[in-house]
């Protein structure tokens, strides 16, 4: 068990890391278990090598159940590799170069997706501003008759008086 405010070494913390991370994927429970550090330190240690950049599941899942910032990470480190790099990569990280080349098919049509849901969005917001723009012009010349339709009143009144006067 550790003392309050434990301190490790440097290879211990890089070791039990490393064992954290593909293809081991240990669990913070089965790492707690066998090396007696406490899972909030475990913890804290995933979170601060995943701010690295790291790719570190949550959970000892399989690579098909990492969460979709894992995936991505995934797909941006393997993308200027060649298919050697790649493939030596996936063996590290314990999945396989099909599982990239899935993401990142789905990454592009998620992609394609949303810029077909932006160019229909903006479809319709285009017929919207044009509905609205002719209303604004129908009112405007209700408005214009209206005022013209006073002004006249008027100045049939001032020219042949009211009806009291005759």
């Known amino acids: 068990m550790e003392s309050p405010m434990a301190r490790y070494s440097p290879e211990l913390k890089d070791q039990i890391v490393?064992?954290?991370?593909?293809?081991?994927?240990?669990?913070?429970?089965d790492l707690s278990r066998h090396t007696g550090i406490s899972a909030p330190t475990l913890y804290a240690w995933k979170k601060q090598i995943r701010s690295q950049g790291y790719i570190v599941p949550d959970t000892a899942t399989s690579p098909d159940k990492w969460d979709v910032k894992a995936k991505l990470r995934a797909v941006a480190q393997t993308m200027p590799m060649n298919e050697t790099e790649c493939s030596a990569w996936c063996r590290e990280n314990g999945i396989y170069p099909e599982q990239i080349a899935a993401w990142r098919q789905a990454f592009e049509t998620m992609q394609s997706s949303a810029s077909a849901a932006?160019?229909?969005?903006?479809?319709?917001?285009?017929?919207?501003?044009?509905?609205?723009?002719?209303?604004?012009?129908?009112?405007?010349?209700a408005l214009a008759e209206a005022a013209a339709l006073l002004t006249l009143s008027k100045k049939a009144q001032a020219l042949w008086g009211t009806d009291e006067d005759v």
């Open 18 to 29: 490393r064992r954290m991370m593909p293809p081991n994927n240990q669990s913070v429970a």
């Open 118 to 141: 932006e160019r229909a969005v903006s479809t319709v917001m285009r017929k919207r501003v044009k509905q609205l723009e002719k209303e604004l012009l129908r009112k405007d010349r």
